[in-house]
Each structure stands twice: as structure tokens, then as C-alpha cells.
């Protein structure tokens, strides 16, 4: 079995998330296409030598349900009957053309071999997600551009004021108990709600198609938030929050309220949240240091395009 890592990127709109279901205490592979860990293990099993077992990917980030991504890590082991290891470059060519043909909108970005010990979720540093939502500049537009239908937030508000927008990021940084803006997880593990953002701003973005007439009838608006982990809907309750305090929907001190009483019932109801495609995974920062480490070198044999491991000892 030989370990690898992966880079890839989804738009996640036909997309269940990330994750793959499982069946709990039973060892059954399960041909998942409907989640993007399940599409990539679905194309890796058919690569050439075949694998003899299945499979499997460990996921840095686990975005949700429509959530977006630029660029997100994993890792991989594989296995083949000669136990050798895929030609990075021919898996790329090979793995994008299976996407392609079955209509995935995923991406395998990268391909690299590394020891058999490395773990990826190690490996990252900091986490930065991305909140696209654009603003009509007269409300009674309803004419949207085509290619932002199921990527960009369309909100509407005659109240709108981003410098309140901008006072209210101050309340989410250093160190809070996000309980309230975590969604209730079923998981058994323990779940540490005490988090602290790096950095939480807003700036105005850009449309992604600026030759589209439509889109000069709107603002478009980036809320950026970063750090080391996220709990499950922190980042969407969190713009919610932003948008309803601009907005006057909500006031500061209900923010405060929320975070100073954590709990998973407590955050307002009459806060609408805010739908999954304006999210972006927009990047992973991690630790070079530790990767290089795991990287395992290796040369192309120019007879058989095979892959010959250039220390064989630190495999």
C-alpha cells in the first residue's frame, strides 16, 4: 500500500458534501456519487494496475452541503498487486478525463507520493473561507446574471450598510465559545466549541463574469474569514449574523448575547441563514516543513514511464 497526496477542487452545487456516508461498525465499500470524497475513490479504484482494495481518502477540510471549493487537501493510500506507485502525471491525466466524462465538477489539482505515515489533517495551518453575496443597486432589478445563479448570494435590503458590516466582524474575534453558531453534531467525539478567528473582514468583490451587462446592476461584496478549524455552519451563521446586524434585522448586542449564552438552541430564529453556494473554501495554509518530510522522492524510468523511489529505506 503507498500513500499519497491530493489537492482538488469542486464546485458543490450536485454535491452532499464532502464526506462520504458509511455504514458504522461494518466494513462495506460504498460507490458513493453523490459526495466528492466518493467520486474521487470511485475514479481512483478504476486507474492501471488496478487496485486490490479500495480506495480510500482522508480529508483535510470536509465542506458542506453546496459549498464551494478552490482548493482543498487529502490523502490517499492505493494499492496495486505489484505494490508499485502510480505515475503522478499520467493518475492527473487520467483521473480529470474520468471526471470530465461522467460530469463531475471536481478537479484533481495535484498528485504526490509520501510515506505511508504522513497524515494530512497534521499537515494544515490555517483554513480560509470565502462569502460571496452580491446587492442589487435597485431593488426592484430582478435580472440576474446567469453564472452567479447558484454561486453568489443574492441579497436584497434597502438598509444595507457595509461599515456596520465591518463594526460587527470585531465581535467574533479572540478567543469565543462558537456554540451558538455550530450546528449540533451527532458525532460521539468531543467537540471543543472554543475557537478563535485569525482574521474576519469585508471588501468588495467582483463579479466572475464582468462581460455580463447584468452584472453593473449589482455590488458584489467578499466576507473572508480565517482560521485554524471551523465547526460545522460557523462560518455561514456567522455571516448571517454580519448581514443581519447591516441590514437592522439584529442588533450588536444580540451577537453578544449569543456569545456570551452558548448554546445550539440559542441562536435567533428570526435570522435567516444564509444558502451554502455563496461559500468558498478559498484555501489551506500549511506547514511546508512537515511536508517535506514525507515527500518521497522519486525518478520516471524512461522505458516504462514507471515510478522508481529514489531511497527505497525511507518509504
Not at 53 to 62: D, L, V
Not at 120 to 129: C, D, F, N, P, Q
Not at 166 to 188: C, E, I, N, P, Y
Request: aromatic letters at 14%; hydrophobic letters at 35%.
Amino acid at each position: 500500500m503507498n500513500r499519497y497526496l491530493i489537492k482538488f477542487s469542486y464546485l458543490g452545487t450536485q454535491y452532499r458534501g464532502v464526506q462520504k456516508n458509511t455504514i458504522a461498525n461494518i466494513n462495506i465499500n460504498i460507490y458513493d456519487p453523490d459526495t466528492i470524497q466518493g467520486v474521487l475513490e470511485s475514479a481512483f479504484s478504476t486507474l492501471n494496475p488496478k487496485c486490490i482494495t479500495f480506495p480510500k481518502i482522508a480529508c483535510s477540510s470536509r465542506t458542506d452541503v453546496g459549498v464551494h471549493s478552490f482548493y482543498n487537501l487529502g490523502h490517499i493510500d492505493l494499492q496495486n498487486a505489484y505494490n508499485s506507485f502510480y505515475n503522478p502525471n499520467e493518475v492527473l491525466k487520467y483521473v480529470n478525463q474520468y471526471l470530465i466524462n461522467c460530469k463531475h465538477d471536481i478537479r484533481l489539482l495535484e498528485f504526490i507520493p509520501v510515506k505511508n505515515d504522513f497524515r494530512v489533517r497534521r499537515l494544515v495551518k490555517r483554513r480560509t473561507y470565502l462569502y460571496r453575496f452580491m446587492r442589487p443597486k435597485d431593488n426592484d432589478n430582478y435580472k440576474i446574471p446567469i453564472m452567479e445563479l447558484r454561486h453568489c448570494f443574492h441579497f436584497r435590503s434597502d438598509t444595507f450598510d457595509p461599515e456596520k458590516l465591518k463594526q460587527a466582524t470585531k465581535l467574533f474575534m479572540g478567543l469565543k465559545d462558537f456554540r451558538t453558531f455550530s450546528a449540533k453534531s451527532h458525532s460521539k467525539r468531543e467537540i471543543l466549541y472554543r475557537r478563535e478567528l485569525n482574521s474576519l473582514y469585508l471588501e468588495k468583490g467582483t463579479a466572475f463574469t464582468p462581460y455580463d451587462s447584468l452584472s453593473q446592476n449589482f455590488d458584489f461584496w467578499n466576507i473572508t474569514c480565517s482560521a485554524p478549524s471551523f465547526l460545522y455552519k460557523q462560518v455561514r451563521r456567522i455571516v448571517s449574523c454580519l448581514l443581519g446586524i447591516s441590514c437592522g434585522l439584529i442588533t450588536e448586542k444580540d451577537v453578544i448575547t449569543m456569545l456570551q449564552v452558548p448554546g445550539h438552541h440559542n441562536f435567533l430564529s428570526c435570522i435567516p441563514l444564509v444558502p451554502p453556494f455563496g461559500l468558498y473554501l478559498a484555501n489551506i495554509e500549511y506547514h511546508q516543513e512537515y511536508l517535506d518530510k514525507f515527500i518521497i522522492k522519486y525518478k520516471i524510468s524512461p522505458d516504462d514511464n514507471s515510478v522508481i523511489p529514489l531511497d527505497e529505506n525511507k518509504i
